[in-house]
C-alpha cells in the first residue's frame, strides 16, 4: 500500500474518507449542503452516531468519488493515539469489504486539528493502523479473497517532514509485525528449527551479527533444557543468537523468545482440540527477530541481543520422560513432571546464557508458555511475571503505547517455592499444587535461571494468535511482541 501526502485531498481515488468529530456535526455543512443533509438524516435514523468508530457510507452528488465513507471520531477531547489506529484500521477494513483500491482521507487532518498530539505521533499512529490492517494470510488460497490496496492519500498542511518520518517509522514497525505474523502462520511442516535458523540469518548485516549453537555445540555447552525437549524430534534443536549493534552505550537487554517450532505436548500428548494451533508455539521466537529486524531498520540507538532457543516438542523413541531429571546449562536439576511444559525448560538455558555469556544485565523473554494466561486476562492482554517491578512498570508503559498491551502479576514470596523440586532441585510444574497461578508458577520457574539479572517474562500465549481478529489485528498470528519491544526500545 502506497502512503501518500498531498496538500488536499486527492480527487482521483474511488473512496473518500471523511472524519466528524462529535463537537463538530455540521462540519460539512457549508462545504456541501447535500452531505450535510444527508449526514443529518442519517444521523435521525441512527445509522449514524457521533461514538467513535460509527460509519455511515453516502455518495456525493457532482463528485467524483465513487462512495463517502463518514467516519466518526467521538469527542475531541476524548482522542488517543489508538483511536488514530483503528481510525486507520476503519477505512482499510471499508476498502478490503467493498473492494476499492484506492481512497483519500481528511480524517488525519482533523485529528491534527484537535492539537493533542504531535505530527510525528499521528503519522506513525495512522500509518501503524493502515499497515497493520493489510496482512492478510492467504498464501495457501488458490485465489485471495482480498484485494491488496494500492494507495490510500492523506490530506495534510502541517509539518509535511515530521508528519513524513512518523508514516515512515510506523510503516517500518507495521510491516515487520506483519513479517512475524506470517512466520506464525506458516505451518508447522514448513517453519522447522532449521526455517526459524533461515529467517533468523536473513537479518545478518553491519548492525545484526547472528550466530547459530547447534546440536553438537549445545552438548558441548550442557544445555540439556534445549537438548532434552528436542530429543524426540528429527528436527535438531539450536539456539540462535542476534546481536543488533545500534551503538547504545547503557546496559545490554536480551529479547528471548521461545521457538518450539510445533508443541504435541510430548509424551504427555495434547488431547484433540488442544494441538490444532501449536504452529504458534514459535511466536516469542518470531516476535524477537521481528523485534531486531523493526530495531535494525529504525536504526535505535541501542544494543540487542535475541536470543532463541527452538526445537520440536515431539514422541518418538527417544523423547524426553515423565520422571526424567535434567541437569539444566547453569547447573540446577529439573524434574520433568510434565513434557507439556516444554517452553519453560528452553527458556531457562537461553536466559541463563544471556546472564552468564552475554551479560546481559536485563531479560525480556516472550513465550507462549500457558494456557493459565487466557483464562486469566483473556485475549487482549499478555501477562507480565518480573522479578524487578520498576522494569515490569515500564513495560506496562509500553505496552499502554503501543496498544500491544501487557498486565503485571504478582511476584509474592509465597509463589516462590511453587517449583522446588524434591529429589532435585526444582520442578517443571508445582509439586505443591497442580493447576494454581500457572502463569506465575511459569514465571517464576524462569526467575530461578537469573542470578543477578532484571528478568521480565511476558507470557503471549493468549494474545499471540487469535481465532477472531479485532481492530487492526487480524485472526491467526498477531505479532504480539514486537510493537510491544519496540515502544520500550524507543522510550
Ligand atoms: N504451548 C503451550 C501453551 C499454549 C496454550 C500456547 C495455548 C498457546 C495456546 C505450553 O507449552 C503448554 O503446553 N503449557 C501447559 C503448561 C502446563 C503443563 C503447566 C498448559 O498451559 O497447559
Ligand atoms: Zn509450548
Ligand atoms: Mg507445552
Given at each position: 500500500?502506497?502512503i501518500?501526502?498531498?496538500?488536499?485531498?486527492?480527487?482521483?481515488?474511488?473512496?473518500?474518507?471523511?472524519?466528524?468529530?462529535?463537537?463538530?456535526?455540521?462540519?460539512?455543512?457549508?462545504?456541501?449542503?447535500?452531505?450535510?443533509?444527508?449526514?443529518?438524516?442519517?444521523?435521525?435514523?441512527?445509522?449514524?452516531?457521533?461514538?467513535?468508530g460509527?460509519?455511515?457510507v453516502?455518495?456525493?452528488?457532482?463528485?467524483t468519488?465513487?462512495?463517502?465513507?463518514?467516519?466518526?471520531?467521538?469527542?475531541?477531547?476524548?482522542?488517543?493515539?489508538?483511536?488514530?489506529?483503528?481510525?486507520?484500521?476503519?477505512?482499510?477494513?471499508?476498502?478490503?469489504a467493498?473492494?476499492?483500491?484506492?481512497?483519500?482521507?481528511?480524517?488525519?487532518e482533523?485529528?491534527?486539528?484537535?492539537?493533542?498530539?504531535?505530527?510525528?505521533?499521528?503519522?506513525?499512529?495512522?500509518?501503524?493502523?493502515?499497515?497493520?490492517?493489510?496482512?492478510?494470510f492467504?498464501?495457501?488460497?488458490?485465489?485471495?479473497?482480498?484485494?491488496?490496496?494500492?494507495?490510500?492519500?492523506?490530506s495534510?498542511?502541517?509539518d509535511?517532514?515530521?508528519?513524513?518520518?512518523?508514516?515512515a517509522?510506523?510503516?517500518?514497525?507495521?510491516?515487520?509485525?506483519?513479517?512475524t505474523?506470517?512466520?506464525?502462520?506458516?505451518?508447522a511442516?514448513y517453519?522447522?528449527?532449521?526455517?526459524?535458523?533461515?529467517?533468523?540469518?536473513?537479518?545478518?548485516?553491519?548492525?545484526?551479527?547472528?550466530?547459530?549453537?547447534?546440536?553438537?555445540?549445545?552438548?558441548?555447552?550442557?544445555?540439556?533444557?534445549?537438548?532434552?525437549?528436542?530429543?524426540?524430534?528429527?528436527?535438531?534443536?539450536?539456539?540462535?543468537?542476534?546481536?543488533?549493534?545500534?551503538?547504545?552505550?547503557?546496559?545490554?537487554t536480551?529479547?528471548?523468545?521461545k521457538?518450539?517450532?510445533?508443541?504435541?505436548?510430548?509424551?504427555?500428548?495434547?488431547?484433540?482440540?488442544?494441538?490444532?494451533?501449536?504452529?504458534?508455539?514459535?511466536?516469542?521466537?518470531?516476535?524477537?527477530?521481528?523485534?531486531?529486524k523493526?530495531?535494525?531498520?529504525?536504526?535505535?540507538?541501542?544494543?540487542?541481543?535475541?536470543?532463541?532457543?527452538?526445537?520440536?516438542?515431539?514422541?518418538?523413541?527417544?523423547?524426553?520422560?515423565?520422571?526424567?531429571?535434567?541437569k539444566?546449562?547453569?547447573?540446577?536439576?529439573?524434574?520433568?513432571?510434565?513434557?507439556?511444559?516444554?517452553?519453560r525448560?528452553?527458556?531457562?538455558?537461553?536466559?541463563?546464557?544471556?546472564?552468564?555469556?552475554?551479560?546481559?544485565?536485563e531479560?525480556?523473554?516472550?513465550?507462549?508458555?500457558?494456557?493459565?494466561?487466557?483464562?486469566?486476562?483473556?485475549?487482549?492482554?499478555?501477562?507480565?511475571?518480573?522479578?524487578?517491578?520498576?522494569?515490569?512498570?515500564?513495560l506496562?508503559?509500553?505496552?499502554?503505547?503501543?496498544?500491544?498491551?501487557?498486565?503485571?502479576?504478582?511476584?509474592?514470596?509465597?509463589?516462590?517455592?511453587?517449583?522446588?523440586?524434591?529429589?532435585?532441585?526444582?520442578?517443571?510444574?508445582?509439586?505443591?499444587?497442580?493447576?494454581?497461578?500457572?502463569?506465575?508458577?511459569?514465571?517464576?520457574?524462569?526467575s530461578?535461571?537469573?542470578?543477578?539479572?532484571?528478568?521480565?517474562?511476558?507470557?503471549?500465549?493468549?494474545?499471540?494468535?487469535?481465532?477472531?481478529?479485532?481492530?487492526?489485528?487480524?485472526?491467526?498470528?498477531?505479532?504480539?511482541?514486537?510493537?510491544?519491544?519496540?515502544?520500550?526500545?524507543?522510550?
Open positions: 500500500m502506497k501518500i501526502v498531498e496538500l488536499g485531498l486527492d480527487t482521483k481515488q474511488e473512496l473518500l474518507a471523511l472524519g466528524l468529530f462529535a463537537e463538530e456535526q455540521e462540519a460539512y455543512a457549508n462545504q456541501n449542503p447535500v452531505l450535510d443533509s444527508e449526514l443529518k438524516k442519517a444521523t435521525k435514523r441512527e445509522t449514524f452516531k457521533s461514538d467513535f460509527s460509519a455511515y453516502t455518495k456525493i452528488t457532482n463528485s468519488y465513487d462512495k463517502v465513507l463518514v467516519l466518526s471520531l467521538g469527542k475531541k477531547s476524548e482522542l488517543t493515539l489508538e483511536k488514530i489506529r483503528r481510525a486507520a484500521s476503519r477505512i482499510v477494513r471499508y476498502m478490503q467493498a473492494n476499492i483500491q484506492g481512497a483519500t482521507t481528511n480524517i488525519v482533523m485529528i491534527a486539528g484537535a492539537k493533542l498530539f504531535s505530527p510525528i505521533e499521528i503519522g506513525r499512529s495512522f500509518s501503524e493502523g493502515l499497515v497493520l490492517s493489510e496482512y492478510v492467504d498464501k495457501y488460497l488458490s485465489k485471495p479473497k482480498i484485494k491488496k490496496i494500492d494507495a490510500v492519500v492523506i495534510w498542511q502541517g509535511k517532514k515530521e508528519f513524513e518520518k512518523g508514516i517509522s510506523g510503516r517500518i514497525i507495521s510491516e515487520n509485525t506483519n513479517y505474523r506470517a512466520l506464525v502462520n506458516e505451518p511442516e517453519m522447522t528449527p532449521e526455517q526459524i535458523e533461515r529467517e533468523a540469518l536473513k537479518l545478518k548485516s553491519k548492525n545484526v551479527k547472528v550466530t547459530v549453537l547447534g546440536k553438537k555445540l549445545l552438548e558441548k555447552e550442557g544445555m540439556n533444557g534445549i537438548l532434552s525437549v528436542g530429543k524426540g524430534s528429527v528436527h535438531e534443536p539450536r539456539l540462535i543468537i542476534l546481536e543488533y549493534n545500534g551503538g547504545g552505550k547503557e546496559k545490554t536480551a529479547i528471548v523468545g521457538g518450539i517450532a510445533f508443541d504435541s505436548g510430548g509424551l504427555h500428548v495434547k488431547p484433540y482440540g488442544a494441538m490444532e494451533e501449536m504452529k504458534c508455539d514459535m511466536a516469542g521466537a518470531v516476535a524477537v527477530i521481528g523485534t531486531i523493526t530495531a535494525s531498520d529504525l536504526g535505535l540507538k541501542k544494543n540487542i541481543i535475541g536470543l532463541i532457543p527452538t526445537c520440536e516438542n515431539m514422541i518418538n523413541g527417544e523423547a524426553y520422560k515423565p520422571g526424567d531429571i535434567i539444566m546449562y547453569n547447573g540446577k536439576t529439573v524434574e520433568v513432571m510434565n513434557t507439556d511444559a516444554e517452553g525448560l528452553i527458556l531457562a538455558d537461553a536466559i541463563t546464557y544471556a546472564e552468564k555469556k552475554c551479560k546481559a544485565d531479560i525480556i523473554d516472550l513465550a507462549t508458555l500457558t494456557g493459565a494466561v487466557v483464562v486469566a486476562l483473556g485475549y487482549y492482554t499478555a501477562g507480565l511475571v518480573t522479578n524487578n517491578k520498576e522494569l515490569g512498570e515500564k506496562v508503559l509500553a505496552g499502554d503505547a503501543s496498544y500491544d498491551r501487557v498486565w503485571m502479576f504478582p511476584f509474592h514470596e509465597e509463589y516462590q517455592d511453587m517449583v522446588d523440586g524434591d529429589a532435585s532441585d526444582l520442578a517443571n510444574i508445582s509439586k505443591k499444587q497442580d493447576r494454581i497461578a500457572g502463569t506465575i508458577v511459569g514465571g517464576v520457574f524462569l530461578k535461571f537469573v542470578d543477578k539479572a532484571k528478568l521480565a517474562h511476558i507470557d503471549i500465549a493468549a494474545t499471540a494468535y487469535l481465532k477472531e481478529g479485532k481492530e487492526y489485528n487480524p485472526k491467526w498470528g498477531t505479532g504480539a511482541g514486537v510493537r510491544l519491544l519496540t515502544y520500550y526500545f524507543m522510550e
